[in-house]
């Protein structure tokens, strides 16, 4: 299995809403991402995951709460959004312990809030 | 990690060879160049990667300079579903318990026509 697989592929949610985002590789990389990408603009880092562990948070408002409950899922917990994080959400991940490598990336959740 | 500069957008007639310029002048010396492509609405794809010597895969070819300050990323026989946002990102090795970051650029809209 070399996929990404993001679920779901389209959300609509209102601003009272909870919702929750998520990422599923079986490749064995301990490394996973979240990425922000707004229409025509390049993908933006959220969050990194290493084993199993924050490492990064690119400052993101605490209305996005990242979870890795394992080493194979990656899912992000979305509560009180505004529209403007519309947004296309890309999930990747990565091995570690390499020198270069390459991210796999998922499609992506789409999602409109109202 | 160093910056990069690519053109906004560029053309190519089917069937011809597609040549990305990047430039990437405030390298260093242990920093790869990574190639990624982004078709409309799906997650970005990896292409190729770099140090020092040119590269070549089954999706194309990757020109370093000597001085190592630009590179070209060359699709030999563009199709029309090569017509996609390319990404050239530069980054640090990473290894262990570490990570890298992965930043996106504005990338090169490329177009290949009929």
Not at chain 2, 59 to 65: F, G, R, Y
Request: hydrophobic share 30%; net charge positive.
């Amino acid at each position: 299995d070399t996929e990404v697989t993001q679920t779901p592929k389209h959300l609509v949610m209102g601003m009272t809403n909870k919702k929750s985002l998520k990422c599923e590789q079986h490749m064995g990389h301990r490394a996973m991402y979240w990425y922000k990408q707004k229409a025509k603009k390049p993908p933006e880092l959220m969050f990194v995951y290493s084993y199993e562990k924050l490492s990064i948070n690119e400052s993101v408002p605490s209305r996005f709460s990242p979870e890795c409950p394992n080493s194979s899922l990656l899912n992000l917990h979305l509560h009180a959004l505004q529209p403007e994080d519309s947004a296309l959400y890309l999930c990747a991940s990565s091995p570690t312990g390499v020198h270069n490598y390459g991210y796999t990336f998922g499609s992506g959740t789409r999602l409109t809030v109202v | 990690d160093a910056k990069t500069t690519q053109p906004p957008s560029m053309d190519c007639a089917e069937g011809r060879a597609a040549n990305l310029p990047c430039n990437h002048s405030t390298i260093s010396g242990n920093e790869y160049v990574y190639w990624y492509r982004q078709i409309h609405s799906q997650g970005p794809q990896y292409i190729i990667h770099g140090l020092k010597n040119n590269e070549t895969n089954e999706m194309a070819s990757l020109i370093i300079t000597e001085d190592r300050k630009s590179s070209t990323l060359i699709l030999p026989h563009a199709t029309l579903r090569d017509t996609a946002v390319y990404y050239c990102i530069v980054r640090g090795p990473a290894g262990g318990t570490s990570y890298g970051k992965l930043t996106f650029g504005q990338g090169t809209i490329l177009t290949v026509h009929p």
